[in-house]
């Protein structure tokens, strides 16, 4: 007689591990495609976006106007973070994802049609200030269900960090296709790429998202989800239920992002402004380096989810956060030089210490939530930061230097980043190798002590 229970399907060792492959598949190109569609916006808003939508401000005001738009994405983050929060935590992580990738998908294709300042006036930015919050509420949804599909499909506690780590590859490799293609887009379209060549990157998302769906729509559900299906612990309210009973994990969470994001996002958002506009880079060369980086990010970020399982998720992330918090002073020092290849050899760079953070941050943050809050807790941690942390860096960067004229000011804003992640990391809980199938208020889960360590 099988103890197979109703919702969880028993797997042979084969067909399991050809499911954690497919999970990891999935979610790795799903999170490829989203982040393709976000750091498209990213890029062209450094490039142009201050040109068509703003032409009667003065350029400075202009790029703080666009990076005002930007920001819009990251505020509406944790929006998407409590809505598919609470669908990942209620329906299942497989379906939420599918309708996220469809609204990122949609929203970035749409971007491609909006009309600029010439042909409509300022309505063109306000719909493209709406498109963003679009953007913004999918990609909310989206990483908390990628790292949940690979995570909870592992076969062993051993290697959940280096698993939990291949949704995060979909950053760099999202960074790498949307450079990829401005950069090439920019070549074929010439003096063109203001007026009309920028708009084909963001229709070529379409055909990104058809390939997601199908991919997306091959996979199971996990088996720890499965399981709380079919012993009926799911909650009716995910989302006030985490923040009722775990809000200082979800604000431990988002604190520790902090040098990871604002970091993150001056060196490739930023940077376009402040080294094409300021320094008198060249446009390539910008897109050129942000490439190189992200390539190299396809090998150490899942490099540095493994290390976590070896010497532990927090101690590997407290290293990263200070590796983080002071490369920002060497960052400047080699970009102000104005020498090509030192800017090349600063971009590629800056996100060695990003990988040492995101390669871990993903078990460290998905692991804090017990089993039937985890995609809302794990969810609104991590984008909560997006509005701390994320979205006001371009922003405050640009404030920062036109008010001190010198990145040496934006390198300190990162080390105060430094400072807070480091401090909010020490304080988070260590799960490294313990068992996350039973919930955590389950007396039999996580050893005979009956309770997760808190801040071992």
Not at 396 to 419: E, R, S
Request: net charge positive; charged share 15%; glycine share 10%.
């Amino acid at each position: 007689m099988s103890d197979e229970k109703p919702g969880v399907p028993l797997l042979t060792e084969q067909e399991a591990h050809r499911q954690l492959r497919r999970a990891v598949i999935a979610s790795t190109i799903g999170t490829t495609i989203e982040w393709y569609d976000f750091f498209l916006y990213s890029i062209v808003t450094g490039l142009v976006f201050a040109k068509l939508y703003f032409p009667e401000s003065d350029p400075l005001v202009g790029t703080l106007q666009a990076f005002l738009i930007y920001a819009v994405g990251f505020i509406a983050r944790p929006v998407g973070a409590a809505i598919f929060g609470h669908y990942g935590d209620r329906v299942g992580r497989k379906a939420t994802l599918i309708v996220t990738l469809l609204l990122m998908g949609l929203a970035t294709f749409a971007v491609g049609f909006v009309p600029t300042y010439a042909s409509i006036g300022i309505w063109g930015a306000v719909i493209l200030t709406v498109l963003r919050f679009i953007q913004g509420v999918g990609v909310g949804g989206e990483w908390g269900g990628s790292v949940l599909m690979s995570m909870e499909w592992a076969r062993t506690n051993k290697h959940r960090g280096f698993v939990a780590s291949w949704p995060q590859f979909g950053v760099p490799a999202g960074l790498f296709v949307s450079n990829l293609v401005v950069l090439a887009v920019s070549q074929i379209s010439g003096s063109s790429f203001i007026t009309w060549g920028w708009r084909v990157p963001f229709f070529l998302s379409i055909i990104l998202v058809a390939i997601g769906l199908y991919i997306r729509l091959s996979i199971l559900e996990t088996p720890i989800f499965a399981k709380l299906l079919a012993e009926h612990k799911i909650e009716k309210a995910p989302t006030m239920e985490v923040i009722h009973r775990q809000p200082k994990d979800i604000l431990l969470s988002a604190c520790a992002r902090m040098v990871e994001q604002a970091p993150f996002y001056i060196f490739t958002a930023f940077v376009f402004a402040y080294g094409v506009k300021t320094l008198g880079a060249s446009r390539d060369l910008m897109l050129t380096a942000v490439l190189a980086a992200a390539v190299l990010e396809f090998f150490t970020i899942p490099l540095f989810g493994h290390v976590s399982d070896l010497i532990g998720r927090k101690r590997m992330y407290m290293i990263g956060a200070a590796c983080a918090g002071v490369f920002g002073f060497i960052f400047f020092a080699m970009i102000d030089t104005r020498n090509p290849a030192l800017i090349f050899a600063a971009i590629v760079l800056s996100l060695v210490p990003h990988s040492m953070l995101y390669g871990p941050q993903a078990a460290l943050i998905a692991e804090s939530f017990t089993g039937r809050l985890r995609y809302s807790g794990a969810s609104l941690g991590y984008q909560l930061a997006s509005v701390i942390a994320g979205g006001p860096a371009p922003l405050i960067a640009t404030a920062l230097f036109a008010y001190y004229h010198t990145g040496y000011a934006i390198a300190a804003y990162i080390f105060v980043c430094g400072v807070v992640s480091l401090v909010a990391a020490w304080r988070m809980g260590d799960y490294t190798n313990k068992d996350i199938s039973r919930e955590y208020d389950d007396a039999r889960s996580l050893g005979d002590s009956g309770h997760a360590p808190r801040h071992a």
